[in-house]
């Protein structure tokens, strides 16, 4: 089956400071990326919807000058929590949209952020 | 916007047993509903889906159907095992170029051994 991957798994940093996180579709291309956001015991929340080539878009209450996404080729898209603080801890998904026919979306392993 | 909805939040059942999980959405346009399997610290795992164009889909010991005139749809779980324990989500969306996959708020499955 298709595989969506992530680097890192897991990044403990310090508050003020920037994380980038990685996804890659390994074996499929995909024009279009999820980034999602997940608190323990709840469900993914959607923040962004990467397009390869162009801009984001953000779901409604995240800050874009704070998460900055880039969607640099058909199989990376990244993610960058800026000047980050505690309550930016979370676990954080990617998905990728294979873009043949069949449209079905992949998540990625996550990572877990820790800002301390 | 599309809001999708699922019940039971918790669900424990016997090794050997059925388990159903029920999710209603509300955007009519929406096409395409995926199931999902998260495991404790790791990403969601497709595990069926369905689309607007047929009423039930099965994969051995799981099964969806989808009804699109009440837009509710179901997993059902036959022969449960153990490791099927996870939390389960819903989705749905509009398969078009863009669109965004919406989640339910997950089920919690226990499958006692």
């Known amino acids: 089956g298709a595989v969506v991957s992530q680097h890192p798994s897991r990044v403990i940093c310090k508050s003020g400071t920037s994380v980038k996180i990685e996804c890659r579709s390994l074996?499929?291309?995909?024009?279009?990326m999820f980034w999602y956001r997940q608190f323990p015991k709840q469900s993914l929340m959607l923040m962004a919807t990467?397009?390869?080539?162009?801009?984001?878009?953000?779901e409604q209450g995240v800050e874009k000058d704070k998460f900055l996404i880039n969607h640099a080729s058909l199989t990376l898209s990244t993610l960058t929590v800026t000047s980050a603080h505690p309550e930016d801890s979370s676990f954080y998904i990617c998905?990728?949209?294979?873009?043949?026919?069949?449209?079905?979306?992949?998540f990625g392993p996550g990572t877990r952020l820790t800002v301390t | 916007g599309e809001n999708v909805e699922q019940h039971p939040s918790t669900l424990s059942v016997q090794e050997g047993d059925s388990a159903v999980i029920k999710c209603t959405y509300s955007?009519?346009?929406?096409?395409?509903f995926p199931w999902y399997k998260q495991e404790l610290g790791k990403g969601p795992q497709l595990i069926i889906d369905i689309r607007s164009n047929v009423g039930e889909k099965k994969d051995q010991r799981i099964a969806v159907t989808l009804n699109k005139t009440a837009k509710h749809f179901s997993l059902h779980i036959t022969e449960t095992q153990p490791e099927d324990s996870a939390v389960y989500f819903c989705?749905?969306?509009?398969?078009?170029?863009?669109?965004?996959?919406?989640f339910g708020p997950g089920t919690s499955l226990s499958v006692i051994p």
């Open positions: 998905s990728a949209r294979d873009a043949g026919i069949l449209r079905e979306q992949y």
């Open positions: 989705a749905a969306s509009k398969l078009t170029s863009y669109d965004k996959v919406i």
């Open positions: 990467s397009n390869e080539g162009s801009k984001a878009t953000y």
């Open positions: 955007d009519s346009a929406s096409n395409y």
């Open positions: 074996d499929f291309q995909a024009t279009t």
